[in-house]
């Protein structure tokens, strides 16, 4: 594999909250730009979550990596602080249009279309990735049922 031309940075991002269930939060990003699954851990405040809730938060393509690296995500783990940290996972799912990530330490999938990913390899299960990521605040409810979302 090649050095990358590109950089991943994080942007800040939107979503919904779709379900809630066990100590999991299932949160669809705006534009149709895939999904997100937290521990209730990664979430700033401190409220009863449901579906229609708004999130915001940081987060980037993901790029293929040959070697899995030590990231440091304490940053997400232990802090309440909306900072990117740069998070590395593994591969679990891939389709014709999307790919779904396991987030290393229990933090999380995420499930992305194709074209979300960084690489110049074929994609294909149990390959890393890093991408960066933060907890998620939320800054308001929409009124709208969760088959909506």
Same mark, same amino acid.
């Given at each position: 594999? &090649?050095? %990358?031309? *590109?950089?991943?940075? =994080?942007?800040?991002?939107? @979503?919904?909250? &779709?379900?809630?269930? @066990?100590?999991?939060?299932?949160?669809?990003?705006? !534009?149709?730009?895939?999904?997100?699954?937290? =521990?209730?851990?990664?979430?700033?405040?401190?409220? $009863?979550?449901? %579906? !229609?809730?708004?999130?915001? /938060?940081?987060?980037?393509?993901?790029?293929?990596?040959?070697?899995?690296?030590?990231?440091?995500?304490?940053?997400?783990?232990? !802090?309440?602080?909306?900072? =990117?940290?740069?998070? @590395?996972?593994?591969?679990?799912?891939?389709? $014709?249009?999307?790919?779904?990530?396991?987030?290393? #330490? @229990?933090?999380?999938?995420?499930?992305? =279309? #194709?074209?979300?990913? /960084?690489? $110049?390899?074929?994609?294909?299960? !149990?390959?890393?990735?890093?991408? *960066?990521?933060? %907890?998620?605040?939320?800054?308001? &409810?929409?009124?709208? %049922?969760?088959?909506?979302?």
């Amino acid at each position: 594999m &090649k050095t %990358p031309d *590109y950089i991943i940075n =994080p942007v800040m991002m939107g @979503g919904l909250v &779709k379900e809630v269930k @066990g100590d999991l939060v299932k949160v669809h990003l705006h !534009g149709r730009l895939g999904v997100i699954t937290v =521990p209730r851990a990664l979430i700033q405040e401190e409220m $009863d979550l449901e %579906p !229609g809730h708004e999130m915001q /938060f940081y987060f980037s393509y993901l790029q293929v990596n040959e070697m899995s690296y030590d990231y440091d995500v304490s940053s997400i783990c232990c !802090g309440k602080i909306m900072e =990117p940290c740069l998070v @590395g996972g593994i591969i679990t799912e891939v389709n $014709d249009t999307a790919i779904k990530a396991e987030m290393i #330490r @229990g933090l999380g999938t995420v499930a992305v =279309p #194709r074209r979300f990913v /960084f690489t $110049d390899v074929a994609l294909h299960t !149990g390959q890393n990735v890093e991408f *960066y990521f933060s %907890p998620m605040h939320v800054i308001g &409810k929409r009124d709208i %049922p969760a088959e909506s979302i």
